[in-house]
Nanobody, 119 residues
Framework: QVQVVESGGGLVQPGGSLRLSCAASGNIVSIIFMGWYGQAPGKQRELVAG???????NYADSVKGRFTISRDNAKNMMYLQMNSLKPEDTAVYYC?????????????WGQGTQVTVSS
């Protein structure tokens, strides 16, 4: 079994910063892909940023230049540094991991962490 837990969300003013963390634990051989997905009220969940186990990253156009994704493979951790936050960044942010669990690939979601950008 694999568990994924996010932390670091909260309320921040426009222009402010937050750092989200994602911790994966359990029966993990390796994590092929880790990603942050955002879901705003009434909208679909969308990829905000993703990173492979080799360090290749991709970002949604709306966050390029403002958000930075990183990971620590030794600790099975992932981070999202969010700068210059805008009200439209408000969403629940979910961590997703594509995990190699002893030869079996499984996708695991966290429970989400709320990010609210408002004055």
């Amino acid at each position: 079994q694999v568990q994924v837990v996010e932390s670091g969300g909260g309320l921040v003013q426009p222009g402010g910063s937050l750092r989200l963390s994602c911790a994966a634990s359990g029966n993990i051989v390796s994590i092929i892909f880790m990603g942050w997905y955002g879901q705003a009220p009434g909208k679909q969940r969308e990829l905000v940023a993703g990173i492979t186990n080799s360090g290749r990253t991709n970002y949604a156009d709306s966050v390029k230049g403002r958000f930075t994704i990183s990971r620590d493979n030794a600790k099975n951790m992932m981070y999202l540094q969010m700068n210059s936050l805008k009200p439209e960044d408000t969403a629940v942010y979910y961590c997703y991991c594509n995990v190699n669990r002893d030869g079996e690939l499984v996708g695991v979601w966290g429970q989400g962490t709320q990010v609210t950008v408002s004055s």
